[in-house]
Nanobody, 122 residues
Framework: QVQLVESGGGLVQAGGSLRLSCAAS????????MGWFRQAPGKEREFVAF????????DYADSVKGRFTISRDNAKNTVYLQMNSLKPEDTAVYCC???????????????WGQGTQVTVSS
């Protein structure tokens, strides 16, 4: 069982930056692929980024590529999402997820955090 707790969300102006953190419980954190997903009001949840257990493999949604960076520190059981050049359309609840497969499909992730709100003002 893995428990995930996100932090770092908030209100920021367009063009600004935020760094989200996702702290995980358990001693097997490094064996899990980690993903970030987001859901805006009235929209479906969408993939943002994922990272392999070792951190060697990452991928991003086209909408955030070049602006967001996912990373992890397995010694701290934490995954990060650095978000730069934020846009109003990035406004959403951001959730981290842990799973055994490195995929963009949310259904394949086993464990989820409660989410953190990111609001980007224009």
């Amino acid at each position: 069982q893995v428990q995930l707790v996100e932090s770092g969300g908030g209100l920021v102006q367009a063009g600004g930056s935020l760094r989200l953190s996702c702290a995980a419980s358990g001693r097997t954190f490094g064996s899990y692929a980690m993903g970030w997903f987001r859901q805006a009001p009235g929209k479906e949840r969408e993939f943002v980024a994922f990272i392999s257990g070792s951190g060697a493999i990452t991928d991003y949604a086209d909408s955030v590529k070049g602006r967001f960076t996912i990373s992890r520190d397995n010694a701290k059981n934490t995954v990060y999402l650095q978000m730069n050049s934020l846009k109003p359309e990035d406004t959403a609840v951001y959730c981290c997820a842990a799973g055994r497969r490195l995929v963009v499909v949310a259904d394949f992730y086993e464990f989820w955090g409660q989410g953190t709100q990111v609001t980007v003002s224009s």
